[in-house]
């Protein structure tokens, strides 16, 4: 993967991937590509494959705030719902399908390159998933909310987290 930010070659394509959840908005690939710069030389099988895998993904993180929100109040789509956070969850989708691109991109024929990423790949999955995991998080914070304001999640509850992602150690 280009990590400088130059594409080496124009790539337009029309792909869109149909969201199997019709809250969600689709993905376009070529929307992918643009805005992150990735190579133009490149199959664009893995890229389909891998934002479907994301869409996938964050779709799971996020299904469930979706059902108690739509218990509460019609919410037929994210963008009827609240429009600005449609760009919330492409970016999830993107920076989640983008730490699951760099290992297709380490190439023999740019081997001192690809060295250098794989030593550092590690830490830039990290850091991808990390975007993409912030992005899944504020998503469930204003869909909890609207859903809490609705009276989903009944009185007398406490708020814990304020949307932010605890694991057990």
Do not use: C
């Not at 890229?47 to 929100?69: C, H, M, P, T």
Request: charged residues 25%; without cysteine; glycine residues 6%.
């Amino acid at each position: 993967m280009s990590l400088n930010g130059k594409t080496t070659a124009s790539t337009t394509t029309d792909t869109v991937i149909t969201n199997p959840l019709s809250f969600f908005p689709d993905i376009e690939l070529q929307a992918f590509i643009d805005n992150y710069r990735l190579p133009g030389e490149y199959n664009e099988a893995p890229l389909v494959y891998e934002l479907k895998s994301a869409i996938r993904q964050v779709n799971e993180a996020l299904k469930d705030s979706v059902l108690i929100l739509q218990s509460v109040i019609v919410a037929e789509t994210l963008k009827a719902f609240q429009a600005d956070l449609v760009d919330t969850y492409i970016a999830a989708v993107m920076h989640w399908a983008r730490a699951g691109l760099i290992k297709y991109f380490e190439t023999i024929n740019r081997k001192a390159p690809a060295e250098i990423q794989g030593e550092r790949n590690e830490i830039i999955v990290t850091e991808w998933k990390g975007e993409a995991l912030n992005n899944i998080d504020l998503l469930n914070k204003n869909i909890l909310k609207v859903a809490a304001d609705n009276g989903a999640l009944g009185t007398g509850r406490r708020d814990y987290a304020d949307g932010f992602r605890a694991s057990i150690i």
